[in-house]
């Protein structure tokens, strides 16, 4: 009854936006489809003749990056995983198998407090899984005979999990995971898994860490995986010798050689108030966000500059560019109006550390701030019974209610930070089964833990979110 | 597989119009952004991946979000007064009786507005241009279920405001 209740809202509203229909000019839509189709038909002429030309030369550097692009869920993510500490971007949720060694609570508490999962173990353990586990991305569910890796590091070492996105793969069944483990140093160590189950290792931290990780190819790797920073071992072959005409839209940079295909770019900017906004290369503008005919423009001098065209999302007075090459050396570069200085090792890692605290704290106390609100919504949810289920799904054979709820802090200079929880309710016992937790960066990606566990079965609805069961059961 | 550049604007353009012209409210604006959409396109074509898992529609409307974040950040969004908007009520008898009047319009405008942006965005991409919320959640590089968190509270929102009756 319910459902088609909302279908009739549902249905009430389509007429509500169908009422308010915006009809083009007369002829409009037969003009631009004029202009669209000549258009289309001189690029794919010069396509071919590029193409033509193409074959007998070098691999295009727009090929190349347009590849890593591609994959940018997860460079956007990895690279920002740096700074916040988080998956971010990949558009999915990291589910954290019955067989960690994570419990429920600990991730529970931790995702809000810290947004880190502090493992509380004595040694750094390896565990493969198999055919055991499931994961979501872009909320499907899979479950198949891929393996996840997962990876416990020492006490006080931190814990990131994500699947790792192969462009050369069908997108919807990602088939490669990753697992990076963060020193408190800033060092950290990522696996990477394939389809034919070999296992890849980048030692940011310059340690060997595990026989199950075979050395990295580190063409192969790249298109799996840009380190976010890597601060060791600083050599870029490209040096950036000037960079101007920075603005919101787009800037400049010369280099003292051609950027060739080793060579990948990435941006990060800062808000005025110096927390990481977010990485630039936000997919939905990937496609073109760098163009090859703005690169490589070759000056008298026998320098390089090239034309980036990227859409910030924020004010920008600090931009950080790094060069990475395929030894997965790099260069980091922060720049600040036309100046542009690069940064050595100590100072990336006391940025980085600045950037964190100062991240952590501000959402931190956001979260904290929420959470009331959101505890107070659901409880009287359940109390006044006008839960609001999206669906329903069948786990088991139980009925379960799919309930999702989102606290949004929004303000127009700072952005958004949203708290969405959904929970999943059985039906007949009125127990949340299993809770998810997402905290949404606008234009930053998102994080998502998803618990599914022991302790939270059977935990009344009613109860769940009250102070005191909160309070019991979360961990010091 | 190669887009299909045609059948795309075949398909998508009513879809694409009406999302833009929600969005800025213009009508020349919106045939420069829609013209402009397009334009884009053709010119990245080669770009689309479909192994990548987007539709063609989830693509295209990643550059039409694009294309209008882009426009919102060079121009502070202008809300064009409800007289200018051409409105064209449609034949269906019951959205006649429910959004009738300029007034209702205005409302309608008003309270998508007071939207927070991704809601505003997620409720246009599904009623304006008829995603649905696997698309949307491609467009927006966010999962699906936040779609449907945001959609919920979304048209919790509108439904409240816009008084629909049932």
């Known amino acids: ?33 004029s202009r669209v189709m000549q258009a289309d038909a001189l690029t794919n002429t010069s396509r071919r003749n590029d193409a033509t030309t193409a074959a007998n030369k070098e691999p295009m550097n727009k090929r190349n990056l347009m590849k890593w692009l591609v994959a940018s869920p997860l460079v956007a993510g990895a690279a920002l995983a740096v700074v916040f500490g988080v998956r971010l971007g990949g558009g999915g949720d990291t589910t954290l198998p019955g067989g960690s060694q994570l419990s429920a609570q600990e991730v529970f508490a931790n995702s809000i407090d810290n947004f880190f999962t502090t493992v509380r ?19 499907k569910t899979f479950a198949d005979d891929s393996i996840m890796n997962i990876w416990t590091a020492g006490a006080n070492e931190r814990v990131d999990i994500y699947p790792v996105e192969n462009p050369d793969y069908d997108y919807q069944t990602p088939t490669i995971s990753s697992m990076r483990v963060f020193n408190d140093d800033a060092s950290y160590l990522d696996c990477f898994y394939t389809l034919s189950d070999n296992l890849y290792y980048v030692d940011g931290g310059g340690r060997e860490f595990d026989k199950g990780c075979e050395e990295i190819d580190p063409v192969e790797a790249w298109w799996n995986f840009v380190p976010a920073d890597t601060y060791i071992d600083i050599q870029p072959s490209a040096e950036i010798i000037q960079l101007r005409e920075i603005d919101h839209l787009k800037f400049t940079f010369t280099t003292d050689s051609k950027l060739e295909e080793r060579h990948y770019i990435y941006f990060q900017e800062n808000t005025d108030n110096g927390s990481v906004a977010g990485m630039l290369l936000d997919p939905a503008i990937e496609y073109y966000s760098l163009d090859e005919r703005l690169l490589n423009q070759q ?36 720049v600040e109006g036309t100046t542009v200085t690069q940064l050595d090792a100590s100072d990336i890692n006391a940025l980085y550390q600045s950037i964190q605290s100062e991240s952590y704290a501000a959402i931190s106390e956001e979260v904290e701030n929420g959470y009331g609100e959101l505890e107070g919504m659901l409880v009287e949810a359940v109390e006044n019974g006008t839960l609001q289920n999206e669906e329903t799904r069948v786990v088991d054979g139980r009925e379960q209610l799919v309930v999702d709820y989102t606290v949004a802090f929004y303000d127009e ?23 998810s937790i997402q905290y949404d960066f606008v234009d930053a990606g998102s994080v998502t833990l998803q618990i599914q566990e022991d302790t939270i079965l059977d935990t009344p609805a009613s109860e769940f979110f009250t102070e005191e069961y909160w309070e019991n059961t979360r961990p010091e | 597989m190669a887009l299909d550049v045609a059948n795309l604007y075949d398909t998508e353009f009513n879809s694409v119009y009406q999302y833009v012209s929600f969005r800025v409210r213009h009508r020349e604006l919106t045939e420069e952004l829609v013209s402009q959409i397009f334009m884009k396109v053709v010119e990245k074509a080669d770009t689309y991946k479909p192994q990548r898992g987007a539709t063609q529609r989830s693509w295209l409307f990643a550059i039409v979000r694009n294309t209008l974040a ?58 304006k241009s008829g995603l649905k919320n696997k698309e949307i959640a491609q467009v927006l590089d966010i999962d699906q279920r936040s779609v449907s968190a945001a959609l919920s509270k979304a048209t919790n929102t509108l439904r409240t405001e816009l008084a629909l009756s049932l």
């Open chain 1, 299 to 334: 000056n008298d001098d026998g320098t390089y500059t090239h034309y980036v065209n990227v859409s910030l999302e924020w004010a920008t007075p600090m931009v950080r560019i790094q060069i990475v090459d395929e030894n997965l050396t790099s260069a980091v570069y922060e």
């Open chain 2, 70 to 127: 882009d426009h919102f950040k060079k121009r502070r969004h202008e809300t064009v007064p409800v007289d200018e908007v051409e409105v064209v009520d449609t034949d269906t008898p019951s959205a006649g009786d429910q959004l009738d009047t300029k007034q209702d319009l205005e409302q309608m405008y008003a309270a998508i507005e007071e939207l927070p942006e991704r809601q505003r965005e997620i409720i246009l991409l599904r009623y």
């Open chain 1, 121 to 139: 173990s004595d040694e750094v353990r390896y565990q493969r899984v198999r055919e055991t586990y499931e994961y979501t991305m872009d909320g």
């Open chain 1, 1 to 33: 009854m319910k459902r088609q209740h909302d279908k009739q809202h549902d249905q009430a509203l389509q007429s509500a936006f169908d009422a308010a229909e915006h009809t083009p000019r007369a002829g409009f839509q037969d003009e631009l489809r």
């Open chain 1, 413 to 435: 200079d700072e952005g958004e930070v949203k708290y969405e929880l959904t929970a999943f309710i059985d039906v007949e016992t009125a127990a949340i089964e299993e809770v």
